[in-house]
């Protein structure tokens, strides 16, 4: 009656009896934490406190190096049981479970809840779901609480229909956000309306609009906070394709071979120039009237994590089919050239690179590669990550196998996730590299 979704009762009760026999060993065995500060109703001690004791600190004092990974090392690879066409949530909580940062962040219990209900809060769930998958049990887990909480807080993605991958995580980035926004994190931003949540300061890029009046050439410039980039595809309904073929191109190490179009060819073809035409005039702010205008979009600011969306899924009156286009990607990738202030560089929409920029600021590598395979109304998700440098594993659901690079760029693609090579620090502009990732 209130399309809320419930369990088995038989098995919810089956539940509450080994939560009890659980809560009772619980309190007959720990005594130092005190039950009161840091038990969540029905589900025990949430975040203990730890100090150490003698003997550990002798144990530390005579083991002073921390673990070595190898290339054996398994920590962090757990495969996720399909519940039902949930391959698209399985192959992006693995792309946000191996992002770095983030996985420092809750491995290191920076989350400090404070909704009214706890239990419905994503990011305890999330915070739950790192340490499951961080515990170095090998057996598959069941993300059954994060898919209800999934059908809880984005209803269009509830029941068991095949569902977008794309669609799934902003979705789920949304949610995060907002229940992100009581962390000390959220809330240390000076500016009220700004939010510096750990989701924003990961995935939160600024992309920039610039309208130039064809008359007068006044400039109207707008930044839009944004997630992740979506780039229209060879074959596609849009315009401005082909980007001239035959032409050579070596941005991003990518040499070109007449047919294959790169992800930078798709970049290019992102922040190009584009003629509104006379059917979309704009009032000029400068001169007043009506004109035609053009429209360009580049990166003011990029974020820690370039997320990359490639059209495949095409919806239109006439037709709806997903377009298969390979498209070629690289292992590292120089935003440079797609910068507000590489503008000048950039005429009628051909770059003009410099043989060397040496701007590692807006270097990223690659580190999670989301695939698609089938058609739009049967298909299947699954995912390549990078587990530690030049170490990549795919993840099919339940089953994870080790892959090759070439398996990586030689698949087809459908969400790129990029990190930045380089870090700087906010307040006292320090670069640092993220020596753990990469």
């Not at 931003?189 to 990961?202: E, M, R, S, V, Y």
């Not at 693609?413 to 590299?433: A, D, I, P, R, T």
């Amino acid at each position: 009656m209130c399309k809320d979704y419930v369990y088995d009762k038989d098995i919810e009760q089956i539940a509450k009896e080994e939560q009890g026999e659980a809560l009772k060993l619980q309190a007959s065995t720990s005594t130092e934490v005190s039950h009161q500060q840091c038990s969540v109703p029905g589900l025990g001690e949430k975040y203990p406190s730890w100090e150490t004791t003698k003997p550990e600190l002798e144990l530390l004092g005579h083991n002073p190096r921390r673990r070595r990974i190898t290339s054996s090392f398994t920590i962090g690879l757990r495969g996720l049981i399909n519940l039902g066409n949930t391959c698209f949530m399985n192959c992006i909580v693995q792309a946000l479970t191996h992002t770095p940062i983030l996985r420092d962040f809750f491995l290191s219990d920076r989350h400090r809840c404070e909704m009214p209900s706890p239990e419905l809060c994503l990011v305890c769930e999330m915070s739950s779901l790192f340490r499951e998958l961080y515990s170095g049990n090998p057996s598959p887990h069941v993300p059954y609480k994060l898919l209800h909480l999934v059908w809880i807080h984005a209803r269009h993605l509830a029941g068991y229909r095949q569902q977008d991958a794309h669609e799934f995580l902003i979705a789920a980035l949304d949610v995060l956000h907002r229940h992100c926004k009581g962390d000390d994190a959220g809330k240390a931003a000076n500016n009220p309306n700004h939010c510096n949540c750990i989701i924003d300061q990961i995935f939160t890029g600024g992309l920039q609009s610039d309208v130039t009046c064809q008359a007068c050439h006044g400039v109207s410039t707008t930044i839009d906070p944004c997630w992740d980039i979506s780039l229209d595809l060879p074959g596609s309904c849009t315009s401005f394709w082909p980007m001239s073929p035959g032409r050579e191109s070596s941005v991003n190490g990518e040499s070109h071979i007449p047919g294959i179009t790169t992800l930078t060819d798709c970049l290019r073809r992102f922040t190009r120039p584009e003629h509104l035409g006379s059917s979309a005039k704009i009032k000029c702010g400068s001169c007043q009237s009506y004109q035609e205008s053009t429209k360009q979009l580049t990166m003011n600011k990029l974020p820690v994590v370039a997320c990359f969306h490639f059209k495949r899924f095409e919806h239109s009156a006439k037709q709806r089919r997903k377009i298969t286009t390979y498209i070629s990607f690289p292992l590292e990738l120089d935003m440079t050239p797609f910068m507000a202030s590489s503008k000048e560089s950039r005429m009628n929409g051909q770059l003009q690179l410099p043989t060397n920029s040496g701007n590692d600021e807006n270097k990223y590598s690659l580190f999670a590669v989301v695939n698609h395979q089938g058609t739009l109304e049967s298909g299947h998700y699954t995912s390549f990550i990078r587990h530690h440098k030049d170490q990549w594993f795919k993840c099919d659901d339940a089953v994870i196998t080790k892959a090759s690079i070439k398996d990586v760029l030689d698949s087809e693609g459908y969400l790129l996730f990029y990190h930045k090579q380089v870090l700087e620090h906010e307040s006292e502009k320090v670069k640092e590299m993220n020596t753990q990732a990469y």
